[in-house]
């Protein structure tokens, strides 16, 4: 154990990868988190209506996502994830009844675009160039700005992955977002698209692994503890005052930061974070999927978006969702249910017994204007530094963008460059 101790506030994917960063260097650490159980807008919960355990929101990993399957080997994680074990996608077009399979090829080099039978009916292997001008964009211009945004392969293939990574109308949002997600995953090739979730469920993979390590490495983890305060002196954090007591931070120690961007907001002065958000809604069945149900299913042509196949449940997930929160939950699962029977033959009635999930603050909104409010995770205060989604990784708020904020924030604390020369958008004591 080192003679510092390293307090991270926030136990949601960024202060989690955070802490076990810091365990894994032998750093004296702590973790607080408001709620009763870690995971924040990633997390497993009994559900009493269904009588199921399920997650927040159906979550999506690809393969490509490096700093999400370096934590998920570090805490153990991995096994829990399943997939194909290859770039398969297969979609539904509701509108014309259509079905078809995605197969990317394994390498860089993307043959695969010139075969019809791996790419969507209707298009040719030029309208998947299409892309290059996100990557060749300035950042802060919209995809609306610099690519077409129509026809059948924006319709079938564009548009639900760019929303998938995004959660916000793609054309309305920065290409310097979307630009990583694709140099990342298609443009690595198929080996790193190949498409994982989670059937046990988000805390299995993510958040028990996470919880077990580092009670292993000796960190003391604290539930229920909302931080609603900072007391700074001479530049550093000195205080950090929680609901049920202060906790003193010695002249070595140091914070991370790891809650939501609006509430870092409200605890450090003059904080700069994304206003505005967009959110999801998630539509649960309890019922088996059929036989030879893919565990990922596009959607296309109706409101839902993509049906993920659970062992005891099917699950629809509806992106930059905020339009439908107005709208009765029988109703909106009277219609999903509707479209899940249609692509899955399952019997329209009677309807399965449901669950409607509204997530309001999914993730920052990934406008340009949104994405240039991000701070970086060294702040002003030479022991304070920052972690989340929402700050700045380049990456949209994802798995991978949240987890990669906590390897952020860890390496600013190992090279304590957490002070006010560091860096731009800072925080100011
Ligand atoms: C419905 C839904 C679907 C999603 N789908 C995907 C997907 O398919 N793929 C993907 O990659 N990403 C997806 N995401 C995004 C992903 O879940 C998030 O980017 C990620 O979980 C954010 O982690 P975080 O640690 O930055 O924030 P959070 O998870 O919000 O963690 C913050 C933590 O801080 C705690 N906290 C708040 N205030 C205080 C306080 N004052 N004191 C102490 N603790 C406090 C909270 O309780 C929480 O545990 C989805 C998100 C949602 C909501």
């Known amino acids: 154990m080192s003679a ?8 949601g994917l960024a202060g989690l990868s955070a802490a076990v960063r ?10 607080h988190e408001a709620a009763k159980a870690a995971g924040g807008r990633c997390r497993s919960y009994h559900d009493s209506t269904l009588d199921l355990v399920i997650d927040n929101g159906n979550h999506l990993l690809l393969s490509g996502n490096r700093s999400a399957m370096s934590y998920l080997d570090l805490v153990g994680g991995r096994g829990a994830l399943e997939g194909p074990g290859e770039a398969t996608f297969d979609f539904a077009d509701l509108g014309t009844g259509e079905r078809w399979r995605l197969r990317p090829n394994e390498g860089r080099l993307p043959w695969w675009i010139f075969v019809p039978s791996r790419r969507v009916p209707g298009t040719s292997a030029r309208d ?12 802060e211009r919209t995809i609306g700005e610099v690519m077409r945004c129509e026809g059948p392969l924006w319709e079938r293939l564009w548009h639900p992955v760019l929303l998938a990574a995004l959660n916000t109308d793609p054309r309305i949002s920065a290409a310097g977002l979307a630009a990583p997600v694709l140099r990342e995953t298609l443009g690595a090739g198929g080996r790193a698209c190949h498409p994982l979730v989670a059937t046990g469920g988000l805390s299995a993979a993510f958040v028990d692994p996470a919880l077990a390590y580092l009670t ?16 700074a002196t001479e530049g550093r954090v000195s205080e950090l005052a929680f609901a049920d007591g202060v906790t003193e931070i010695g002249p070595g120690d140091a914070v991370v930061l790891a809650v939501p961007g609006p509430v870092a907001a409200g605890l450090v002065p003059g904080l700069a974070v994304p206003e505005a958000h967009r959110g999801i809604l998630n539509a649960h069945f309890r019922i088996a999927p059929p036989p030879g149900q893919p565990l990922l299913l596009g959607v296309v042509g109706g409101l839902s978006e993509w049906l993920f196949a659970y062992p005891d449940r099917l699950s629809v997930t509806v992106s930059d969702g905020d339009r439908w929160f107005d709208e009765p939950r029988d109703e909106l699962a009277r219609r999903i249910w509707q479209e899940v029977a249609t692509v899955t033959g399952l019997p329209a009635e009677p309807m399965p017994p449901w669950q409607v999930v509204k997530e309001k603050r999914a993730t920052f909104a ?7 409010r ?22 949209p708020a994802t798995i991978e963008g949240a987890i990669r904020s906590g390897e952020a924030a860890n390496s600013v604390l190992q090279s304590g460059v957490s002070r006010s020369s560091s860096s731009v958008s800072k925080a100011s004591p």
């Open 4 to 11: 510092r101790t390293v307090h991270v506030v926030g136990a």
């Open 22 to 31: 810091l365990a894994e260097r032998g750093e004296t650490v702590v973790l």
């Open 128 to 139: 998947y160039l299409a892309p290059l001008a996100i990557l060749r964009s300035r950042p």
């Open 216 to 231: 292993g490495r000796g960190a003391e983890i604290r539930f229920g503890t909302r931080l609603r305060g900072i007391q």
């Open 366 to 372: 990934a406008t340009p204007a949104e994405a240039g």
């Open 374 to 395: 991000r701070p970086a995770p060294a702040t002003a205060y030479r022991n304070l530094v920052l972690a989340g989604d929402w700050t700045a990784t380049g990456l």
